[in-house]
């Protein structure tokens, strides 16, 4: 029997368009999610533990994989559900999430080559969907940083488009026809850049 604020819940997410966020355990999920939702998009968190059930009751449009404390080269590290992948929605990545996208997809992560935490210039590189109205080709942008691990190598089909001196892979994407797959560490959160603009 579904309860009434159960059935409202379940009217409401019908009617709209849904991003779902997986939560890997970063601080910074709820400010994600509010911004999705200022821009008047329905969006729903789920732990990474059950982000696969989530997917599938959801059916989102797109989803975000969150930023978390782990390292993708720890054994036994979470890991988002393959059947995200595999659905050719649009994916971005941030942070952790870059990191368990580009190793379930075939790319590499190492750790310890240089840690970024702070305040960092990132140059976008290549004009794609995720810099578009944000920042020009060419241009070095101030973010903040919060980062150890780094992508090396890229999934097949992935291109790199912003870099940073500690990061020679700060933000890259995947487009193909049938989805936008899009991945920007935590030194490239468009909805939390800190800037002196």
């Known amino acids: 029997m579904t309860t009434a604020p159960d059935a409202f819940h379940h009217d409401i997410a019908e009617r709209h368009d849904k991003v779902l966020i997986v939560d890997f355990g970063s601080q910074v999920t709820q400010l994600i999610a509010r911004r999705v939702r200022e821009a008047g998009v329905y969006c729903e968190i789920a732990p990474f533990q059950h982000a696969e059930r989530a997917f599938a009751e959801i059916r989102p449009k797109a989803v975000i994989l969150s930023g978390g404390p782990c390292s993708v080269t720890d054994e036994g590290s979470p890991r988002a559900p393959q059947s995200v992948f595999d659905s050719g929605v649009p994916v971005l990545g941030i942070c952790y999430g870059e990191q368990t ?21 990132v140059t976008a590189l290549e004009h794609s969907a995720l810099l578009d109205g944000v920042w020009e080709k060419g241009g070095s942008f101030p973010v903040w940083m919060s980062h150890g691990d780094r992508v090396t190598k890229l999934p097949e089909g992935f291109r790199v488009i912003a870099a940073s001196d500690g990061a020679a892979i700060t933000a890259c994407s995947f487009i193909s026809k049938s989805c936008i797959r899009l991945t920007a560490p935590s030194s490239y959160r468009i909805s ?3 800037s002196r603009d």
């Open 101 to 121: 996208m580009a190793t379930q997809l075939g790319g590499t992560v190492e750790g310890g080559h240089h840690r970024e935490f702070g305040r960092a210039d």
């Open 192 to 194: 939390c850049t800190r």
